[in-house]
């Protein structure tokens, strides 16, 4: 797998490209924009080249953006739902610019609406962004921890998705945290086997685009989104030695979310390549 780590940019781009480089990682996630507002600044063209040469010299690839926090394409409020959408496109678009392969998203949340209705709500909002997407640009829906009314916390409602757009620029994000959390045991090989093969019949694994590795220390089906460090939490390392030792997901790509300041980032890319390393040789 490439792997790598999701890095903030607030110090420039080239920090950013330094910081994952020095770390071992071979592919990067990055927010487009303020993760928590709905406001756009426009695209800052040379910055994003010079983001993408710098990445290119450091043999960063693929690169990831993942759209604002505040995206719900599920809200019954036509003005979420509108900005939501609005984000949507415009992260898609700034992908094109800066040859960012995957923008990742939230789906958000159906409220006290009908689940139905939901569905079909996201459903024309990823169609009305996908319309625009440019060729070599993909959109991946991550999967939540399925609290409350979230979208997209099991494999099967992200299944749906896929084959209710049927369009070959929209995959799918699995991030581990939110999938123990909505109740996938993938702590052992065993459990791992039938998450890929749930995944697999569920959503194809061609789909299945890249992951969020993420550990957590919620109790299996907490529905309760809190990231914790590789290895010391719940699914542990002999979760990520399993997904890690899959040959079906060889070419995918990993990114680590988990907390803390630089030194922690390079513990955990230690960490995850220690284990990437022992799974390879097994
Ligand atoms: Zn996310
Ligand atoms: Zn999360």
Redo the contacts with the bound molecule.
Sequence with gaps: MRIGLHVRVGSGYAAAVAHAKSIGCNAIQVFSTNPRSYRISAANVGALEEFARLRREAGIDPCVSHTPYLINLGSEDSKIYNGSIHLLENDLAVAAVGGIRYVNTHLGSYGKRDRNEGFAAICRALEQALAKIAPGVYLVMENS?GAGNLAGGTLEELGRFVRALDHPQLGVCL?T??AWAAGYEIDTPAGVDRFVYEAAECIGLDRVHMF?F?DTEVPLGANR?R?WHIGDGKIGVEGFRALLARPELREKTAIL?TPGDDADDARNMQTILTIARGAAAA
């Design positions: 921890a991030d945290a939110h969020h993420n989104d990231h979310e």
